[in-house]
């Protein structure tokens, strides 16, 4: 059996599919199998595929009707994996020929760690490369994406992925194909907020580990499933739902703490409610499930919908300003 099974969940992503399945052909760790996964795309994808899947270690399976979330790709994948270790290389970034090398030695020395991540580099829709894909914490003392760590998955589910996500991208992550069915894989009921929930149900079972070099080129553009799910038509309720999920798992040790929790996510969900684009069906659900976070949501609402008040009232003006054009004298 190969130690590593890597799973390529595409939908109509042809344009950077050479450059996607060419960079896992080319690692340096070579024990591995591939599987090539296809959602029904109407692009140019399944000839693409098909042409890879004359490579014995390659295996091609395409649906014949859209599963309607990527998360449902993932848990068939990890099915079809015989690894010991799975990574999920999404199909439109791409990776450093020593993404393997570096990453498989972590979990083979380390067997407390559930999954391990790297740093992330930016990559637009030409090619052209930004920043890094982190998350920052002001309030540390120390830029904690600057080296290496493992850490407790429980306290770093309580402390930091309560407040957002940091594993910003699947393709990052290395993780262990037993951890995965242990924890019950996927959820299929989320469109965009499912990746958040799996990395904590893998943190929750042990531990998580970080490498601090970017091996990992993660795509952002218009045709990305978040990019095509507004956070506005659904997403604030799914991450709600998961914030409540990880609050009900690893609930924070002060009500200090808790408070700036209810706070960050009332900076997201407020705006939302505010919002003329969001109907009153949906502010409805957004108010229930900001609800289940926080007791007194209007309370804690009232600092956010001052800013999104003032906000948009200097947008406003700066509209009629360049409409009326400036004063004469």
Not at 178 to 196: H, N, P, Q, V
Request: aromatic fraction near 10%; charged fraction near 25%; charge should be neutral.
């Amino acid at each position: 059996m190969p130690t590593v099974s890597v799973v390529v969940p595409n939908y109509n992503h042809a344009q950077f599919l050479r450059q996607r399945i060419d960079s896992i052909l080319a690692q340096s760790f070579q024990d591995f199998e591939l599987i090539l996964l296809d959602d029904c795309s109407t692009d140019e994808s399944r000839t693409i595929l098909e042409e890879y899947a004359r490579e014995p270690r390659v295996r091609l399976e395409v649906n014949e009707v859209n599963s309607g979330t990527p998360f449902t790709q993932w848990n068939k994948g990890v099915r079809l994996a015989r690894g010991k270790y799975v990574w999920i290389a999404e199909s439109d970034d791409y990776a450093d020929a020593r993404f393997l090398e570096r990453m498989v030695p972590v979990l083979e020395e380390h067997p407390t760690v559930q999954f391990v991540f790297c740093r992330s580099r930016c990559v637009d829709n030409d090619g052209q490369l930004g920043g890094f894909a982190m998350t920052p914490y002001p309030e540390d003392k120390y830029d904690r994406w600057a080296a290496d760590f493992c850490a407790d998955g429980r306290e770093e589910c309580r402390k930091y992925m309560v407040r957002a996500c940091y594993v910003q991208n699947a393709s990052a992550v290395l993780f262990r194909k037993a951890a995965y069915e242990r924890a019950g894989g996927a959820d299929e009921s989320l469109r965009i907020c499912g990746d958040w929930k799996l990395w904590c149900s893998l943190m929750l079972t042990g531990e998580m580990a970080y490498v601090a070099e970017p091996l990992n080129y993660f795509r952002t553009h218009n045709a990305s499933v978040r990019s095509r799910f507004s956070l506005w038509k659904g997403g604030i309720v799914e991450w709600l739902s998961v914030v409540r999920w990880i609050l009900d798992h690893a609930p924070p040790s002060d009500d200090e703490f808790l408070k700036t929790i209810r706070a960050r996510h009332a900076d997201l969900w407020v705006p939302a409610l505010l919002s003329m684009e969001v109907p009153w069906r949906g502010k409805g659900e957004i108010l229930r499930s900001a609800r289940a976070i926080d007791p007194h949501p209007i309370r804690t609402a009232a600092r956010p919908a001052l800013a999104t008040i003032q906000r948009k009232i200097q947008r406003h003006w700066r509209e009629l300003r360049s409409t009326v054009g400036p004063a004469r004298t």
